[in-house]
């Protein structure tokens, strides 16, 4: 539990804060971005002691933009302090108007108490402000996931107040940034796309507007839209891609039949979200298009280790490749070109993704059924159990892997 006797009051700023968690590419090509415009004061939390020296000296780092035009946007009003240092980040979230997350769904157990730790001074020292917590990771109801946590470190004294002027509004994220090594430790380049949407409905007034977000009362449509258009696209060329020798996200985009394979994965995922939220189908077909062209930026170099990585987290039962699946085949829908790219996931054992070697090491030592029990969370006795199966091993054999 948190000892709040050790904190101290801090005074509140008329400029609009933001504490972000995480330092990396999403956090500063994306949120650090996109918050700065918007004329907020932006504390990177990270472990990375280069990263924290370099923002606390230079206090702006360079943005790229991926496209024929090489627009470079510099990114003022930014710091850092360390993860480690739980007083001072408890002093930021103090003042702050906003907190915002980038560090992977699986980490954000690791930030609540951090976060607990700031919000308990901030209700110490009478900040009655409204605060907004928003966890803008690739996965569904992460604020939600979040607060429960930080609840969990939260003293009960406090949870009363907190319901008042603490929100945790879910969010979609959507910008594709690539891991790109610069000279400039600080240097990130992203697309020029970005969608950033929030549930309007779970949130307090009075959070100082941020440019190019969009509220929507109802979020799910817009979560599933993109998690199941995007993030399932974009792995499933990744899985594919590694299975057929290439190393780029791009070089698979313009290999005509794998492409082919993609769209039709999309295809299914699209009558799925068609059906059920009632998208215009013209509609969902032009973000079909605007999706697979975002994919295929030649300005764009993204790695395929990189898009595929974790492969346990995303065979997960809830996430971007079983989830839509069961969606799907429960409409009565066909989930032909879903299966095959659950079966290429599956066959994912790049040597230096723990999760890969994981996987790879648990189908030589247990049968496959089993596996797909365990890491896909699919009974033996469901039909797409067998069907999986079936490609896995139909695939194995075609790619000649030897897991």
């Not at 659950?342 to 994981?358: K, S, W």
Request: glycine share 4%; charged share 20%; net charge positive.
């Amino acid at each position: 539990m948190i000892n709040s006797n050790k904190l101290h009051a801090t005074t509140s700023l008329q400029k609009p804060q933001a504490v972000h968690f995480g330092a990396g590419n999403i956090g500063r090509g994306f949120i650090g971005l996109m918050l700065t415009k918007s004329n907020y004061d932006v504390t990177f939390v990270t472990r990375n002691k280069k990263k924290i020296s370099e923002l606390q000296q230079r206090n702006e780092y360079p943005v790229n933009l991926a496209s024929q035009y090489k627009e470079r946007i510099i990114v003022k009003n930014v710091t850092a302090v360390s993860s480690q240092n739980k007083n001072a980040i408890a002093k930021h979230i103090a003042k702050a108007n906003l907190i915002t997350t980038a560090v992977g769904v699986s980490n954000l157990p690791n930030i609540a108490s951090k976060i607990a730790l700031g919000i308990c001074h901030r209700l110490q020292i009478n900040n009655t402000e409204p605060l907004h917590i928003i966890a803008c990771e690739n996965a569904i109801q992460s604020s939600t996931k979040l607060k429960k946590s930080v609840y969990e470190h939260l003293p009960k004294e406090y949870h009363e107040k907190a319901s008042r002027f603490v929100a945790f509004p879910n969010t979609v994220v959507d910008r594709i940034v690539p891991t790109k090594h610069h000279i400039d430790p600080l240097e990130v380049t992203v697309e020029p796309y970005y969608e950033w949407v929030i549930d309007r409905s779970a949130m307090l007034e009075g959070l100082p507007p941020i440019k190019g977000v969009q509220l929507v009362d109802s979020l799910e449509a817009f979560i599933e839209r993109k998690l199941f258009t995007v993030n399932t696209g974009h792995c499933s060329i990744a899985y594919l891609g590694y299975l057929n020798g290439y190393t780029t996200i791009h070089e698979v985009m313009t290999d005509p039949k794998l492409l082919t394979n993609i769209k039709k994965v999309m295809q299914e995922t699209g009558d799925m979200l068609i059906e059920k939220h009632d998208f215009d189908e013209q509609e969902h077909i032009q973000y079909i298009h605007k999706t697979l062209k975002r994919f295929a930026n030649p300005y764009l170099t993204d790695d395929i280790v990189r898009v595929g990585r974790s492969p346990i987290r995303k065979l997960s039962i809830n996430d971007r490749l079983v989830r839509p699946t069961l969606l799907t085949y429960n409409l009565g829908l066909d989930v032909s070109n879903l299966i095959n790219a659950l079966a290429t996931a599956l066959l994912y054992d790049h040597d230096e993704d723990p999760e890969a070697l994981e996987l790879k090491q648990a189908i030589q030592k247990h049968t496959i059924h089993e596996v797909i029990v365990k890491y896909l969370g699919i009974p033996s006795t469901h039909p797409i159990h067998q069907r999986i199966a079936r490609k896995y091993l139909k695939f194995k054999d075609t790619y000649s892997v030897t897991n």
